[in-house]
């Protein structure tokens, strides 16, 4: 019923609800309704003060909780909270799953902060987080970098890639620096499979 109301735009109903539920009712699943919904609403920093609430409360977070508090950091553009929400998320074991990684690596890359991208096993996904991350920030040479980075490292990019790499270069009036890497790129990759 609070995600209903919630995708309903009835966010102050759902937390009404939400908090006269019996404590011994709000489990995990569901504290990551609500983080959700207020996530859905853009609102960033009750989403956060909910995950810290919901410690309080007793109910341990999990991998989908943090995840969502790691996007809460970013409409925060709190780079400390995400700190702190990586920290629990290695203690946790969490970081062994690709989607965990990929969502810490578009974390950190949106906030700004490469140093921990490097930290996790690059694949595809990863990669295409931080290419992502660039675009949303206006770093075109550093996207441009990531990308070769990313064919140095040996990870073959994806329409993904492609389209994140041809849609920032767009984006930054550098369209022909976008459509020249894709084309050196496949004529590479083609040369090689003809091999």
């Known amino acids: 019923m609070t995600a209903a109301l919630a995708r309903n735009g009835r966010i102050e109903d759902a937390k009404l ?6 404590r ?3 489990d995990a ?3 990551n309704v609500m983080i959700s919904a207020l996530l859905e609403c853009d609102l960033h920093e009750e989403a956060f003060g909910m995950v810290q609430a919901m410690d309080l409360d007793g109910v ?4 989908v909780t943090l995840v969502a508090a790691l996007e809460a950091c970013c409409g925060c553009s709190s780079l400390s909270r995400a700190k ?3 920290s629990l998320l290695r203690e946790n074991d969490h970081l062994g799953d690709p989607a965990v990684r990929t969502a ?3 974390t950190f890359g949106r906030l700004g902060d490469s140093s921990l991208i490097q930290d996790h096993p690059a694949d595809t996904h990863a990669w295409n987080a931080i290419l992502s991350a660039h675009s949303q920030r206006g770093g075109f040479q550093e996207a441009v970098d990531a990308f070769l980075a990313m064919n140095l490292e040996g990870i073959a990019p994806d329409s993904i890639t492609f389209m ?11 369209p022909d ?3 020249r890497e894709f084309v050196d790129y496949n004529i590479k990759r083609l040369s090689l499979m003809n091999l």
């Open 84 to 86: 702190t929400i990586h």
């Open 104 to 106: 810490v690596t578009n």
């Open 24 to 26: 011994d009712q709000r």
């Open 17 to 22: 609800l939400f908090d006269r539920a019996p």
């Open 164 to 174: 994140t790499t041809l849609a920032l270069c767009g984006h930054t009036g550098a």
């Open 60 to 63: 341990r977070p999990n991998k």
């Open 177 to 179: 620096e976008g459509w």
């Open 29 to 31: 699943a569901a504290w």
